[in-house]
């Protein structure tokens, strides 16, 4: 029963941390990451679309994505939905693909992307102390319903403990690894 309550935390803390690390990838560095228009939706005949199905995007320099649409009429729409998706970025449109130069940040955009870095990773500890939470609950029910005994029960909130420790000692390092790569120039 304890077994099943600890890898079932263990389950939801890695998709948290997994969570973390793909919220943090459209975080942009200064750097070309395909990831940074993985949020764009495209106006594709009358349907809301995310730019990766209708398009491809890569990274063949370092200050540069070009998104090449599968369909050549999608060229102005990919364009404006750049533009408007408030990204800071000025694409270029010469009517077979998308070059999208990525700007130098300045020393204020980092700090604010830092702090929107840190948010995120908040955001995720809270949702690790959640599952705790519910996984200690369910170690309770399980006391209630005398399916384990108080031993058990306490060796097993000891042991949702250390899970949860480590889940946000991992999401602590990716946090830090992602400032450090926001504020490096």
Do not use: W
């Amino acid at each position: 029963m304890i077994d099943e309550v600890t890898a079932d935390l263990k389950a939801e803390i890695d998709g948290t941390v997994g969570s973390l690390q793909r919220d943090l990838s459209r975080i942009r560095t200064g750097r070309a990451n395909p990831d940074l228009l993985s949020g764009v939706m495209v106006d594709y005949y009358g349907t809301e679309t995310a730019l990766i199905k209708i398009a491809t995007i890569s990274a063949p320099e370092a200050r540069l994505l070009v998104v090449q649409p599968f369909d050549q009429s999608a060229v102005n729409d990919i364009d404006k939905a750049i533009r408007n998706a408030n990204l800071g970025f000025s694409p270029m449109n010469d009517g077979k693909l998308v070059r999208v130069p990525v700007p130098e940040l300045t020393e204020e955009r980092r700090r604010d992307l830092v702090k929107q870095v840190r948010k995120e990773g908040e955001n995720h500890r809270i949702s690790c102390r959640n599952h705790r939470r519910d996984a200690n609950d369910m170690l309770k029910t399980l006391l209630a319903d005398k399916e384990i005994g108080e031993d058990e029960n306490r060796k097993g909130l000891d042991d949702v403990q250390q899970i949860t420790n480590a889940g946000i000692a991992r999401i602590d390092e990716v946090v830090k690894a992602k400032e450090e790569e926001v504020m490096a120039v």
